[in-house]
C-alpha cells in the first residue's frame, strides 16, 4: 500500500518558518513528480508548489520568494521550507505523487498536516 506521510506542521507566529517533509513508501519515488498543495477552510485546495523528477521547479506566485521545495531521493522524501509565513499561509498542506506511464497515470495523496500562523 502507497503511504506519503507529511510532517513538520504546526502553530507559528507571523514571520517565523517552518520546514514540512513528506516520505513516501511503496513507489519509485525517483520517477515521481512531487507537489504540497494547501486547503484553507471553506477555499479550494491550491497547488502551492511542485518539483520535476530533473528537480525543476514551480511555485504559487502567493509564495514565490518564500517558499522552497526540494526532494531527497535517496530518502523517498519531499520538503517544503515555508519563510516568512503570513496568517494567508494557514491551512492543511497535503502531499502528492503523481507520474505518467503508458497512458496510466499515477496520483497519490498524503494525509495532510496543518498548519496555522497567528501570533
Known amino acids: 500500500q502507497v503511504q506519503l506521510v507529511e510532517s513538520g506542521g504546526g502553530l507559528v507566529q507571523p514571520g517565523n518558518s517552518l520546514r514540512l517533509s513528506c516520505t513516501t513508501s511503496r513507489i519509485t519515488f525517483r520517477l515521481y513528480a512531487m507537489g504540497w498543495h494547501r486547503q484553507a477552510p471553506g477555499k479550494q485546495r491550491e497547488l502551492v508548489a511542485n518539483i520535476t523528477t530533473g528537480r525543476n521547479t514551480n511555485y504559487a506566485d502567493s509564495v514565490k520568494g518564500r517558499f522552497t521545495i526540494s526532494r531527497d531521493n535517496a530518502k523517498n522524501t519531499v520538503f517544503l521550507q515555508m519563510n516568512s509565513l503570513k496568517p494567508e499561509d494557514t491551512a492543511v498542506y497535503y502531499c502528492?505523487?503523481?507520474?505518467?506511464?503508458?497512458?496510466?497515470?499515477?496520483?497519490?495523496w498524503g494525509q495532510g498536516t496543518q498548519v496555522t500562523v497567528s501570533s
Open positions: 502528492n505523487a503523481a507520474m505518467e506511464s503508458d497512458s496510466t497515470f499515477f496520483n497519490f
